[in-house]
């Protein structure tokens, strides 16, 4: 199984960092869908457990699965240290070989565009369709074209860990109009009193959808019932929106 060489020891560690907590709205949304859930809950794409770890917390069945070991390293310390045992996967999700079986499927925050390939987008959402219950639900976040217009787009930021270390983040996006994929370059930099002692570079690609062509997507995998909304509203989202959110059911 081909696993994925980014989100590596310094991007998890800066990620840690900088994004320590999901923000309220998203979490209460998620947690919300959760407890309706009669069945188990995944979360495949779940990183180091920005979502996981708090839906644990609120009593939710929930299992994590992710490509990186270095994010699952960290969730794996962070679990321990609350008293946390979740069951956790190193996986791929277009490969992904599970065969429990769960009555929910969460992937936030947009995770789902690093699946940029066309084959391996249409495996994972048969893989998910696969691990779900009939009547099971599947929800995700994916992001449109308008937000990700960012040709030359240079961005630097820095976080400081307990142990008083710097990490320097910079970053250099491009976007291909043809594809609809972002590609940013990241360069991370580790400083201990102001002395270089690590550096990592990696790149990572995001994919964006207009909703009509996701929309297709998940009926070509089986979901029925598909919304495309505002992200945590009732409202129909459209391509002006810079994200949508997808919710859509397995029938049997």
Known sequence: ???????????????????????????????????KSNHPVLEPMCGSGRFLIPLLEHGINIDGMDASSEM???????????????????QCLQNMTIKKKFGLVIIPSGSFGLITDDK???????????????????????????????????????VVNSENSKIEFFSRSEFDKK?????????????????????????????????DEFTALLIKAGFKQILSLIPYSDKAATDEDENILFSCIKIK
Not at 139 to 147: G, Q, R, V
């Open 179 to 211: 594809q609809n994929i972002l590609t940013t370059d990241y360069i991370y930099r580790k400083y201990k009193m102001d002395k270089l002692t690590e550096q990592e570079t990696e790149t990572i690609s995001i994919r964006n959808y207009k909703a």
């Open 72 to 90: 699952l390293e960290s969730l794996k310390k962070k679990c321990v240290s609350k008293n946390l045992d979740p069951v956790i996967y190193h």
């Open 120 to 158: 391996d987008v249409m495996d994972s959402l048969k893989s998910i369709y696969s691990v779900l219950y009939p009547g099971g639900k599947l929800i995700l976040e994916i992001e449109t074209p308008c937000k990700s217009d960012l040709r030359g787009m240079i961005n630097r930021r820095e």
């Open 1 to 35: 199984m081909k696993f994925i060489d980014s989100y590596k020891k310094l991007c998890t560690e800066f990620y840690d960092l900088d994004k320590p907590f999901a923000q309220p709205e998203s979490f209460n949304f998620y947690l919300n869908e959760a407890q």
